[in-house]
């Protein structure tokens, strides 16, 4: 386990949040160009497409602060077994938030989706999308884990990330990097996940959770020893964990904060 602990960054609200999450992203595709020309990051869905896109769709103040999309990659974190054009998908939500606002000056980024094909089939879809992402970071002979520049996540009220759940087997999964979920707790309950070592091998990982909603999971998750989902990635990745929230989502919460630079 790391010695280290995640990065705890708490704002008055999304308005001061949004930069920072914006700054952090820019910091993090910079890296990624210089490793290898390209930025590869996983997003999951809920509520976090939309606070991506206030943190990166607002202008450029300078060639500092410059997005090019066109050498991003993006993958999803999870995805739910439905059509990319259903209200439930994790794909369909962050086109309408995101992907379609995108400046045309910007760039293109090339999106991985699931294969609707193979919908009915869920290890089928799971085993397509881990091909997707064999071919994107070398064959699973050379590469034991993908290692993503980044991995943007949301925290749900019961500790979840991903479509990894508090006490679900899927947990203990250490051979795939992609694993179907027949029966979430949350609806629809036939979805796909990064596994948990996939997620924690990555170079950085964020969480956005905003709202007094969160505050009492939030207290699981940064002041008690539950092996939650969201807490099991604190604790393998130190800091390179950072947590992106306001201050209604930490009310309470006894983990010391640090100042965004």
């Known amino acids: 386990m790391p010695k280290t602990q995640p990065n705890l960054y708490a704002f008055p609200g999304v308005d001061a949040l949004a930069p920072a999450l914006r700054s952090y992203v820019l910091q993090s595709q910079a890296a990624g160009f210089n490793r290898h020309s390209s930025f590869k990051v996983a997003v999951s869905g809920g509520s976090l497409p939309k606070t991506l896109a206030a943190a990166l769709l607002t202008p450029s103040s300078g060639p500092d602060d410059a997005l090019d999309f066109s050498r991003w990659e993006i993958f999803f ?28 000056e910007l760039g293109k980024p090339t999106v991985r989706t699931i294969d609707p094909e193979h919908l ?36 749900g009220p019961d500790g979840h990330t991903c479509s990894l759940f508090p006490g679900h087997p899927l947990l203990r999964e250490t051979d795939a990097w992609v694993a179907p979920i027949e029966d979430s707790p949350k609806p629809p309950p036939k979805r796909i996940t990064l596994t948990l070592p996939v997620v924690t091998h990555a170079v950085r990982v964020a969480f956005v959770a905003t709202g007094g909603g969160k505050k ?35 009310n309470g919460v006894s983990f010391p904060r640090r100042a965004f630079l």
């Open 77 to 104: 974190a999870d995805e739910r077994a439905v059509p990319l054009d259903h209200s439930d998908s994790n794909y369909a939500v962050l086109k309408s938030e995101l992907l379609d606002k995108i400046p045309a």
């Open 216 to 250: 009492d999971i939030m207290k699981e998750i940064f002041d008690a020893d539950t092996g939650l989902p969201c807490t099991l990635v604190n604790e393998a990745t130190g800091d390179r964990c950072s947590w992106f929230v306001d201050e209604p989502a930490v």
């Open 120 to 155: 009915d089939d869920i290890q089928e879809l799971a085993d397509q999308y881990e091909q997707t992402l064999v071919n994107s970071f070398a064959s699973r002979d050379s590469v034991r884990l993908p290692i993503f520049d980044l991995i943007l996540l949301g925290c």
